[in-house]
């Protein structure tokens, strides 16, 4: 059974950093993409960042580009999305999700859906003041 926990949240003033990590057990981890989704009350689930399977391509939103960066770490099963610069707006609970699939999901399009993703962490919370 696939099984994803994320830490790392925290909160911080406008223009910090955080790291946020999840680790990931139940499968061969190398063979999925992996990818970051975050929830602020109110709102529906939206797409941060994701990674392919070989780690060559990565996704991001449009508001989060150029500030987070996601990688990961194949050896000890670790997906990280570094965030930088935070702002307000970023304050929501951050998932960690791995798709059922393996491979490539396709596009860009296929890797911001939800529907693509059926394992998710547990959350954790962002919270960025102004």
């Known amino acids: 059974q696939v099984h994803l926990v994320d830490t790392g949240g925290g909160l911080v003033e406008a223009g910090a950093s955080l790291r946020l990590s999840c680790v990931a057990s139940?499968?061969?981890?190398?063979?999925?993409?992996m990818a970051w989704f975050r929830q602020a009350p109110g709102r529906e689930r939206e797409f941060v960042a994701a990674?392919?399977?070989?780690?060559?391509?990565?996704y991001y939103a449009h508001s989060v580009k150029g500030r987070f960066t996601i990688s990961r770490d194949d050896a000890n099963n670790m997906v990280y999305l570094q965030m930088n610069s935070l702002k307000p707006e970023d304050t929501a609970v951050y998932y960690c999700?791995?798709?059922?699939?393996?491979?490539?999901?396709?596009?860009?399009?296929?890797?911001?859906?939800?529907?693509?993703?059926?394992?998710w962490g547990q959350g954790t919370q962002v919270t960025v003041t102004s």
């Open positions: 139940g499968r061969i981890f190398s063979a999925y993409a």
């Open positions: 999700a791995g798709p059922r699939i393996y491979g490539t999901l396709g596009y860009y399009s296929d890797y911001i859906q939800r529907g693509n993703y059926a394992y």
């Open positions: 990674i392919s399977h070989t780690g060559d391509e990565t």
